[in-house]
């Protein structure tokens, strides 16, 4: 039996009861990488030394008490992995081997995780589809369709079982989008729960995971933000009695990203009640959401309220306004992430991005002041009495998987803004949202709903996911990879 398309939370206790060695999880995750990828193209580089790794893994004295022991993550390639290169994408990028680990790496290793490989993103990580030189992701439900963008192979590479749980960032719905696309769970935590990436984009990006069961992606949440009581939060209101003490390590800064024993489990939380507002037409006028796609967040909000929180209607539009802001700023931050690169390496996507990026900051309409009154208040009012705001993640189906980087910006601005304008606002004030694989659209596409709090509101929403997941299970991987 291969351990291949098992979830996180099972593996980790396998290998640490001695039921299944770290080794050999890992050479089946690597097998399945060998059978599928060819498909799909969600891996750059796969690790062979994964398997050194995992033997480390197996020797460790702490076994016993690693939440992630033996379990395979793939790694968005914009992120530092000791003795690899990152690429993020582009020839440009080609640098030299990090020399450590980025801390959110270093704290998935810490816990016993194994990282199979570096996953593929479009050039510098600039827009929601899937391609670049080092080759087109294909979505695993629709080969045909990209995988979304852009942590696009981190995202497939999870929908078709080949690692349980995976990393990426997100600036304008890099997570939320090719998760929605795939059919698999993603949060984009708030600020500063999170190491962000080195690229972190005016602080509009933030590391988060990747995952196809609501505790497996709070278990991996909880590593990466070093805070374990997020690897229960998706408990919130499923309880009636005190459950078993779980696997649960403390984070100690001072020991260079170790795992310690774990402490006194605090009390089991209550069931909870939210405000949960249905806006399956969050749009402001000329842009467009799949019927099915709406239909979807009604299903969500009222499946909700039949768990017993309170369901409304969220009858406002997003303020015209802040879609030009939004844009702005991913042009904007294009232009900072090519500036010293050899534009002549770069694709013309990329190429035209910058530019119109570079303007637009020497005009000083980088996006900044529609930023700022979304953040400061606007967002809020538009909230208005919710807990948490449902939307669709995305507004139509994925689009076509072809090489989208050899044309230039009004072409790509046009896909974009009309797939996946929805993600964006909550990068630009920085509140936590997460897209739960709620529906199957007629074209056996999944749809992803999206959930939106305050800050702070992480664990509400993982417990409402979670709470989504039991009411209407979803297809943990794409048909054909189970």
């Known amino acids: ?74 790694v968005k390639d914009n992120l530092e992995v000791a003795g690899e290169a990152p690429r993020n994408g582009s020839r440009a990028g080609a640098g030299e081997p990090a020399r450590e680990d980025h801390p959110v790496v270093a704290r998935l290793r810490a816990a016993g995780a194994v990282v199979l490989g570096l996953t593929n993103v479009p050039e510098l990580c600039l827009v929601g589809v899937g391609d670049s030189v080092y080759g087109t992701v294909r979505n695993p439900w629709q080969p045909e369709r990209t995988a979304g963008g852009s942590s696009s192979g981190s995202a497939a590479a999870v929908a078709a079982g080949m690692a349980p749980i995976a990393v990426g960032n997100d600036g304008m719905g890099s997570l939320r989008i090719p998760a929605a696309a795939c059919g698999v769970l993603a949060i984009k935590p ?58 649960r390590s403390v984070w100690d800064e001072s020991d260079d990203y170790a795992f310690r024993a774990p402490r006194e489990r605090p009390a089991s939380p209550e069931p909870f009640d939210l405000r949960v507002a249905a806006a399956p037409q969050p749009l402001p006028p000329g842009l467009h959401v799949d019927a099915e796609f709406q239909a979807a967040v009604r299903a969500a909000v009222d499946t909700l309220r039949m768990a017993g929180h309170t369901a409304v209607e969220h009858g406002r539009r997003l303020p015209v306004w802040l879609g030009p802001a939004t844009v702005a700023a991913w042009l904007a931050c294009a ?26 900051n020497r005009l000083k309409l980088d996006g900044s002041r529609g930023r700022a009154r979304w953040r400061d208040g606007a967002a809020e009012t538009w909230f208005g009495d919710a807990d ?68 702070g509101g992480e664990p509400q929403l993982l417990g409402l996911a979670a709470q989504l997941e039991s009411a209407r299970p979803w297809p943990r991987h794409a048909p054909g990879y189970g």
Request: net charge positive; charged share 20%; glycine share 8%.
């Open 388 to 455: 948490v705001v449902a939307t669709p993640t995305v507004a139509l189906l994925p689009p076509p998987a072809r090489r989208w980087g050899s044309r230039g910006l009004l072409r790509n601005l046009a896909l974009n803004v009309r797939f996946a304008p929805a993600t964006g606002p909550w990068n630009m004030c920085g509140w936590p949202a997460i897209t739960v694989p709620f529906a199957t659209h007629s074209t056996g596409l999944p749809i992803g709903v999206q959930l939106v709090a305050p800050p």
């Open 190 to 247: 708030g600020p500063r729960l999170v190491p962000p990436p080195a690229h972190a984009w005016r602080g509009l990006s933030e590391n988060g995971p990747i995952a196809t069961t609501v505790a497996d992606l709070a278990l991996a949440l909880s590593v990466i933000a070093a805070d374990p009581d997020l690897a229960e939060s998706w408990q919130y209101g499923r309880r009636t009695e005190p459950a078993p003490r779980p696997l």
């Open 335 to 360: 232009a900072d992430d090519a500036a010293g690169l050899d534009r002549r390496l770069l694709e013309p996507r990329t190429r035209s991005m910058a530019r119109a990026g570079w303007l637009l």
């Open 1 to 74: 039996m291969s351990w291949a398309g098992r979830s996180a939370v099972e593996i980790a206790e396998a290998v640490r009861r001695g039921e299944v060695s770290a080794v050999a999880v890992v050479q089946d995750h690597l097998d399945a990488v060998a059978e599928r990828d060819g498909r799909i193209g969600a891996f750059r580089r796969v690790r062979e030394q994964a398997l050194d790794e995992a033997r480390a893994v197996q020797k460790r004295a702490d076994l016993e008490d690693l939440p992630l022991a033996g379990v395979p993550v793939a």
